[in-house]
């Protein structure tokens, strides 16, 4: 099973982006589905969640600006990114939780936003 990150690149500062997490394979018991980034010198934080019911939460620098979704059909998750500042340049990396506690992460995607 793997988690397969696309739709990152350069972008100018005002710029949108949309990322997508891809599953391959099954992963039984995942109820929390997410996006974390980590920039240079930084630790991983949190960009945001959404729970098997629909309930999403942000990270406090991202809200207003940034939208994940979710298409079960497709088994992907997406991250929709508007307004973006130099800030927001990170790797972004999606995971998904289970609920028998095991973490499966995807490779990453590099997000980089020019002033």
């Known amino acids: 099973v793997q988690l397969q990150a696309s739709g990152g690149g350069l972008v100018q500062a005002g710029g949108y982006l949309r990322l997508s997490c891809a599953t391959s394979g099954k992963i039984n018991g995942v109820n929390v589905r997410g996006w974390y980034r980590q920039a240079p010198g930084k630790e991983r934080e949190l960009v945001a969640i959404i729970m098997n019911n629909g309930i999403t939460d942000y990270g406090d620098s991202v809200k207003g600006r940034f939208t994940i979704s979710r298409d079960i059909r497709k088994n992907t998750v997406y991250l929709q990114m508007n307004n973006l500042k130099p800030e927001d340049t990170a790797v972004y990396f999606c995971?998904?939780?289970?609920?028998?506690?095991?973490?499966?992460w995807g490779q990453g995607t590099l997000v980089t936003v020019s002033s």
């Open positions: 995971n998904h939780k289970t609920n028998y506690e095991k973490v499966f």
